[in-house]
């Protein structure tokens, strides 16, 4: 009988503490706000979006309702070629309205045309949710 009750309370004990971690956790973990800008972080939003060697996760940081900048995370496309990306592609969204990046039709870079194609997907998609829940 006490082992019964030393294991319902082992078991209730853990149940508590995995609530209140989980409460602890963001509601929202794509849309976060951070120096007066909403961020849309794509890791959750486009993780079957891939590149060449696999996702290209970014965020978009946006200030009434304009792009501030595209920055990009931690992905594993070609160290050489994503810098292309980075000087070429993440910065045709600057200065743009939402809307209008929505629509903005953007060129890929030669030589690394997958990780072009799912850096557009990737910001399209954060658009796209910021438009339906980051808006306020």
């Known amino acids: 009988m006490k082992k ?14 995995a609530t209140t971690l989980m409460s602890l956790r963001p509601a929202d973990e794509v849309i ?3 120096d007066g800008m909403t961020v849309v972080n794509t890791t959750s939003l486009a993780e079957d979006v891939e590149g060449y060697a696999g996702p290209v996760p970014l965020k ?9 900048k595209v920055e990009s995370l931690k992905n594993l496309e070609t160290p ?9 592609l993440l910065t045709k969204w600057n200065g743009l ?6 629509t ?18 990737n910001v399209k998609r954060g658009l796209e949710y910021y438009n339906k829940k980051g808006k306020k």
């Open 32 to 34: 976060s706000k951070q």
């Open 60 to 68: 978009i940081y946006i200030k009434k309702d304009k792009i501030e």
């Open 80 to 88: 050489k070629y994503f810098a292309l990306i980075k000087r070429d």
């Open 4 to 17: 019964n009750k030393k294991a319902l309370l082992a078991s209730a004990g853990l149940l508590l503490a």
């Open 97 to 102: 309205t939402v809307k209008k990046a929505a």
């Open 104 to 121: 903005q039709q953007i060129d890929i870079v030669t030589g690394a045309t997958y990780t072009s194609e799912a850096v557009i997907e």
